[in-house]
């Protein structure tokens, strides 16, 4: 598995933790050239949420390629990334930040296939490194230099959300860039977005009162957040991302749609059974959405208290963003069976701890030797909770 190692310094500010690095011009190559190469195409991810198009400017590449070939070349600010979480290790103990490619164990995981030259998303710098590419994408050998580092600023697990917010901070201050589209998109919480959303209720969960079944237990940033005593075993991104699954299947068109000024139509009861949230997004009934979430892992937690609420046991995995993704996966196809002809109504804490009673699995079941970490864990998980495996069978293995 190819990786890349960085010494990085971690630095809090009110938004959350990030990390500052340096690394060399052809590693930072090595592992955005997926992501920048695409500009010429078609828009990145962020710039598809916020409904704007910036394409690359080739006469400023040009330019920049020349002038990182002279003697007095200095970039002394930073470009700016986000990684998967699942593409990160941190080691505190050695400041190193270890990045990842990502390689699914099992074929049903859901979390696609990371290569090393797609871990690191570009937010902000995507001229300058393409400056240091050659016509295929790679790193350009021809270059008149022997050694050229690059500071960089790493986020890890942020949300589009989040992206977009950092998109929009960064590029108010650079003369370069449209202020009247900046100013725009100082308006984005106000633009209505599954992603926004999403972002919303995770916000919600886990800050509210700590009777939520998720109070305190997100990582906003990715990382820690400071203050808090307690572990945090999900990303911020990874509670958007299986949300987001329950809503819709194209959650930038529906972006596009809101930045035009138009109003998304219900759907019928064929897109409710994929999509159950679907009609709920699209009447503004985001406190149902919520309160759905809410009591679906009410549940979780009354019915195994033991190993819901303990977040430092090794091993103990029923907190942990594998369950939690299985728990997402599988609330579509309970919530539905609940509901019957009335998608959309809010299913108590009651209906869903009846379902949950029905199983034959106890608090110290819930280990990573019955489920072993990565996808094939989650998959696990996930054939338990619909039935199709039992935790018996899981021990004879």
Not at 83 to 99: Q, T, V
Not at 117 to 138: C, P, S, T, Y
Not at 221 to 228: D, N, S
């Amino acid at each position: 598995m190819e990786s890349k190692t960085l010494t990085v310094i971690p630095v809090k500010q009110p938004q959350g933790e990030f990390f500052i690095g340096t690394i060399s011009a052809q590693d930072l190559v090595d592992i955005t050239f997926s992501d920048i190469r695409r500009i010429n195409n078609e828009q990145r991810d962020v710039e598809k949420y916020l409904g704007i198009q910036r394409p690359l400017d080739k006469a400023r590449v040009s330019k920049i390629k020349k002038y990182i070939q002279s003697p007095d070349a200095s970039f002394p600010t930073g470009i700016v990334l986000a990684i998967d979480p699942k593409c990160a290790e941190y080691d505190k103990e050695n400041s190193k930040l270890i990045l990842k490619e990502y390689i699914s164990e099992f074929e049903e995981d859901l979390d696609e296939n990371v290569k090393l030259n797609k871990i690191a998303k570009v937010l902000d710098g995507q001229h300058r490194i393409e400056a240091f590419m050659n016509d295929q994408g790679n790193f350009d050998f021809t270059l008149d230099i022997k050694i050229f580092e690059l500071n960089v600023v790493i986020f890890i697990g942020l949300d589009i959300d989040e992206q977009a917010n950092i998109f929009a901070t960064i590029n108010l201050a650079q003369t370069k860039v449209n202020k009247s589209l900046v100013y725009d998109l100082e308006g984005l919480s106000k633009i209505r977005s599954p992603f926004r959303t999403a972002h919303k209720i995770a916000v919600a969960l886990d800050t509210a009162d700590n009777s939520s079944p998720l109070y305190h237990r997100i990582k906003r940033l990715g990382v820690k957040t400071e203050g808090r005593e307690s572990s945090e075993p999900l990303t911020q991104a990874v509670f958007v991302e299986s949300l987001l699954k329950l809503v819709t299947n194209d959650p930038f068109h529906d972006r596009t749609y809101a930045l035009k000024g138009r109003t998304l139509q219900k759907v019928d009861k064929t897109i409710l059974l994929k999509f159950p949230f679907r009609n709920l997004f699209i009447e503004e009934k985001d406190n149902d959405i919520a309160l759905i979430v809410y009591n679906y892992f009410k549940a979780v937690e009354m019915r195994w208290p033991k190993s819901w609420n303990d977040l430092n046991t090794v091993g103990n995995i029923l907190p942990k963003s594998n369950a939690f993704k299985a728990f997402m996966r599988f609330l579509k196809t309970l919530y539905i069976n609940l509901a019957e002809e009335n998608i959309g109504r809010v299913i108590s804490v009651d209906e869903f701890l009846n379902h949950f009673n029905t199983y034959d699995i106890k608090d110290d079941d819930f280990t990573s030797g019955n489920f072993l970490p990565g996808s094939g864990g989650e998959s696990a998980f996930y054939k338990v909770l619909t039935k199709q495996i039992s935790i018996g069978d899981l021990k004879r293995k």
